[in-house]
Every structure is written in C-alpha cells, then in structure tokens.
C-alpha cells in the first residue's frame, strides 16, 4: 500500500503485562476505533507493514494490541515508538463542516471580501473554546484564525480553499 493512501493515528507505547500487549498512544480524536480491530500497518524503516492482530481492546480509557506471533513482553517492546496508521477508507465518519487537520495543512486562505490570497494553513492548534489555523503570509508572518464563524467563512477540501474574514486579526 502506498504511504499516501495511510493516515498515522497511533503510535505504539510500552508494554503492558507478560503476554505481549502493548499500550498505543492514540494519535486521534477517536481513540475507540482501536476497540476490536482486526488489523492495522505498522511503521519500520522499510515503509509500512499490514500486521494481524490477536486482540485490540480498551483498558482504563486506552487502547491495548496484541500482535499475532507476539508473546512476550521482550518481542513487543522491539516494536515500541512505532506508528500506526490506517488506509484513508477507514477514517472516522465526520460530522458536516468538520475537518481532519492533515487535510487542512496546505490548504491556501483567502479574503472572503476580495478573493485575495492571503497565505496557507502550516498547522491547526487545538484550545479549549476552539481550534486556530496556524496562516503563513506572503511576508513570512503568522496569522492565527480562530475557528469561529465570524473568521472562517468558507472550507473547501477538494479546492484547497479556506476564505476567511480577516478583520481584527493581527500578523505576528
């Protein structure tokens, strides 16, 4: 499978108990879709690798695997600080007008008003109250967008495109 098509959504942790479980941590908003998984790819040097799973479940509020041919704790802590990651097919379902944030890296920001490009999203920070886009401008500043209706006017995932109202914001 090609690297493209896999989205990184965990990252393996320690060991847990003596029968080869290793705890995950989860890379994703969604950490229950570990719960009864069947299979998943797992980053080497050589690029990405389809492993079964012998189980997949939740304790205390995070994701255990056991790998099949993996019995013990020696042979799953060979594994530890590896990714995981998931065919695109497989994402969670989003609700309308939500967004993954590796789709929108890269997108480029416009001005609603007059259709000027204003500069691309390099990162989405997460807050309490709502997520920033991170806007690098023509000028190499940093715009931060509060995700709030009054900024963001306008997403679109397939064009690239995010037209936001700029009034009251401030380069740094």
């Known amino acids: 499978m090609n690297a493209d098509d896999l989205v990184i959504v965990g990252k393996l942790g320690r060991p847990r108990g003596v029968c080869g479980d290793i705890y995950v941590t989860p890379l994703t908003d969604f950490p229950t879709r570990f719960d009864g998984m069947v299979e998943i790819h797992v980053g080497s040097r050589d690029g990405w690798e389809l ?36 065919p695109r097919d497989r994402l969670v379902e989003l609700p309308e007008n939500e967004y993954f944030v590796f789709d929108l ?32 401008t023509a000028n190499d ?32």
């Open 51 to 86: 492993k079964k799973l012998a189980a997949a479940v939740m304790v205390g509020g995070r994701p255990v695997l056991r790998f099949e041919g993996v019995d013990t704790p020696e042979e799953v802590a060979r594994m530890t600080n590896r990714e995981l990651a998931v």
């Open 105 to 136: 890296i890269g997108c480029e920001v416009f001005e609603q008003e007059n259709g000027e490009r204003i500069g691309e999203v390099i990162d989405v920070e997460k807050y309490p109250a709502n997520d920033v886009y991170v806007v690098t």
């Open 141 to 172: 500043k940093k715009l931060m967008v509060p995700v709030v209706g009054v900024y963001v006017k306008k997403v679109d995932i397939e064009a690239r495109r995010i037209e936001i109202d700029p009034t009251g914001l401030d380069e740094s």
